[in-house]
């Protein structure tokens, strides 16, 4: 029962995600500034990436995302690789095209308080962070942001060879990525 209730959740975060993504084009699924830069033209909406100030500490936010009526601005700690520093934009990504909104204004004080000065906690529309997985909202941008793993290889794989049929291009997917657990 479990089993099928997650699968359910996955594939409708999963199409969410798909219709925002409608229209995006990238050559590369790891280059999460092309994608951002995607994105902000498609939404009609500024997004920015930030690298996140070393806040320290146990519980500090490894992401954020915070949202102004100026645009949306994402914070990722400095990965040790670029999939890492993908994997946290695309989880902040995945709380934009859900349409998350700060849980309550505790949560957006206490991320603020790790921003740079300057800050204007007032001018903040919502504030979400990556810290823990406690909030459903936090367990579905997860969720979320490996499906955009793997819509960002598809859209990247998409404008690679023009022409080629859906049979061809799974084909040399899977002879590409041997172990990557494809749906199709």
């Not at 993504?21 to 092309?34: H, K, M, T």
């Not at 500024?46 to 806040?55: A, G, K, T």
């Not at 934009?96 to 603020?112: D, F, I, K």
């Amino acid at each position: 029962m479990f089993n099928r209730r997650y699968a359910r959740k996955e594939a409708r975060l999963r199409r969410k995600c798909e219709e925002q993504l409608r229209g995006i084009e990238i050559s590369d699924p790891y280059a999460v500034d092309e994608i951002c830069h995607q994105l902000a033209v498609k939404r009609g909406r500024p997004l920015y990436l930030h690298e996140l100030p070393d806040p320290g500490g146990v519980n500090a936010p490894c992401g954020l995302v915070i949202s102004f009526e100026s645009g949306d601005h994402i914070f990722h700690v400095a990965a040790v690789s670029e999939r890492h520093r993908a994997q946290i934009v695309r989880h902040e990504l995945a709380h934009l095209l859900l349409g998350h909104t700060s849980e309550n204004a505790s949560v957006v004080e206490s991320l603020l308080s790790v921003m740079p000065q300057g800050v204007d906690a007032s001018a903040v529309l919502t504030a979400l962070g990556r810290t823990s997985y406690d909030s459903e909202a936090e367990y579905d941008a997860e969720l979320a942001a490996s499906s955009l793993g793997e819509l960002f290889e598809e859209l990247a794989h998409s404008g690679r060879a023009p022409g080629r049929s859906g049979a061809v291009t799974r084909l040399d997917d899977a002879l590409a990525h041997p172990r990557r657990n494809r749906r199709s």
